[in-house]
T-cell receptor
Framework: EDQVTQSPEALRLQEGESSSLNCSYT??????LFWYRQDPGKGPEFLFT???AGEEKEKERLKATLTKKESFLHITAPKPEDSATYLC??????????????FGKGTLLTVNP | DAGVTQSPTHLIKTRGQQVTLRCSPK?????VSWYQQALGQGPQFIFQ???????QRGNFPDRFSGHQFPNYSSELNVNALLLGDSALYLC???????????FGAGTRLSVL
């Protein structure tokens, strides 16, 4: 059974204060690890996909990295508009027919001006 | 380019009733997945449809059923509603079974 654990559950930062969110996972063969951003009352918005250990992706103030057991979402000099819940999900490879995404509970990020 | 659209946006039902939620995938996508998101939790996979067939199912009872139409749109049906079915129901579409899933805004279902 695929599992995803995100930490911390909530994080409060001052504008400009860089930090990282953690996503630990267990999966029998990783097809891909996904980061999404979710604003209150809305659906998740796709940010990044990582497929193999050592891979990194960047978008504006966000950078996602991947190891064999965890992923980090680094936020550099955040702004108040970065406030949201960040969700991590994995897609496993068990039996060659595992198409679902398994999500963590998310990290609620609040950036104060 | 329209993204994933879901209807209705909000729905209020009473216990024991039945509900149908609808989803139109992003243009060019042929695969639809449904997820349930309780308050403060991550989305939980319900099932996925491709070529009008259910390809994979999560740990949800048979009260949850679905359908995919030839135009790739999809419906989620829930029978005999329970209070615990209150949640945000999310539809995600992708091109093929293994590609990036893009989500709609969801349908907020409240069961009273």
């Amino acid at each position: 059974e695929d599992q995803v654990t995100q930490s911390p559950e909530a994080l409060r930062l001052q504008e400009g204060e860089s930090s990282s969110l953690n996503c630990s996972y267990t999966v029998s063969g990783l097809r891909g690890l996904f980061w999404y951003r979710q604003d209150p009352g809305k659906g998740p918005e796709f940010l990044f996909t990582l497929y193999s250990a050592g891979e990194e992706k960047e978008k504006e103030r966000l950078k996602a990295t991947l190891t064999k057991k965890e992923s980090f979402l680094h936020i550099t000099a955040p702004k108040p508009e970065d406030s949201a819940t960040y969700l991590c999900a994995v897609q496993g490879n068990s039996g060659g027919s595992n198409y679902k995404l398994t999500f963590g509970k998310g990290t609620l990020l609040t950036v104060n001006p | 380019d329209a993204g994933v659209t879901q209807s209705p946006t909000h729905l209020i039902k009473t216990r024991g009733q039945q509900v149908t939620l609808r989803c139109s995938p992003k243009s060019g996508h042929d695969t639809v997945s449904w997820y349930q998101q309780a308050l403060g939790q991550g989305p939980q996979f319900i099932f996925q449809y491709y070529e009008e067939e259910e390809r994979q199912r999560g740990n949800f009872p048979d009260r949850f059923s679905g359908h995919q139409f030839p135009n790739y749109s999809s419906e989620l049906n829930v029978n005999a509603l329970l209070l615990g079915d209150s949640a945000l129901y999310l539809c995600a579409s992708s091109f093929g079974l293994l590609n990036i899933q893009y989500f709609g805004a969801g349908t907020r279902l409240s069961v009273l």
